[in-house]
């Protein structure tokens, strides 16, 4: 609990503190929530009610610990809850979408490749290769969320457990399985890039 339980903060310290300690965390907060739900505006909105939640709940959070652990999981379990809750509904075309792309003269580029101009999207590709971004988001996402935490983000695997709310067995033996599957969605790749395994 935090230091500050028996004196309650006043907005301008709670805003302060705020602003310093959880808006530093902002962009990895974002790539994290890219990569779950590999849509922009779906990761907007998860980034948002994360800051919203963390905002309300401020007043539990330790001052001087992992902000960037307690967010992550903040995020962690909005996505899961929101998840399990389009599980449940009937599936949706979004008819606006579907209509554009197919209005669109510039569906493909010279060399016959879909386009895009999600900047978003480029720009991680650009990070981490078209490749690479592309094994990765065909990952289950257990198995997507422990390569994000632990090799783009550098969590250890004590703060993975807690963000995940697994044992720390489990974590080992998921990004193992993770970092096979993804070895085995390169090794094509590795090989005409010079890579001999």
Known sequence: MSE???K???KEEKDARFEAELLPVLDPLYNFAYRLTLDEDDANDLVQETYLKAYRFFDYFEQGTNA???LFRILKNSFINEFRKKS??????????????????DV???NGVATTTDMRT?????????EVASALNTLPVDFRTVIILC??????YEEMAKILDIPIGTVRSRLHRARNSL?????????TMGYNS
């Not at 720009?123 to 078209?130: C, F, T």
Request: charged share 35%; no cysteine; aromatic share 12%.
């Open 4 to 6: 500050q339980t028996g």
């Open 8 to 10: 309650q903060l006043s």
């Open 68 to 70: 960037k652990a307690w």
């Open 88 to 105: 449940k509904q009937p599936a949706k075309v979004d008819y606006s979408e579907v209509e554009g792309y197919y209005n669109t003269e």
């Open 108 to 110: 493909e580029g010279d």
């Open 122 to 130: 480029e720009s991680v590709q650009d990070l981490i290769g078209d």
């Open 151 to 156: 090799d783009l983000e550098g969590f250890t």
């Open 183 to 191: 070895k085995e969605k390169l090794e094509k790749y590795a090989k």
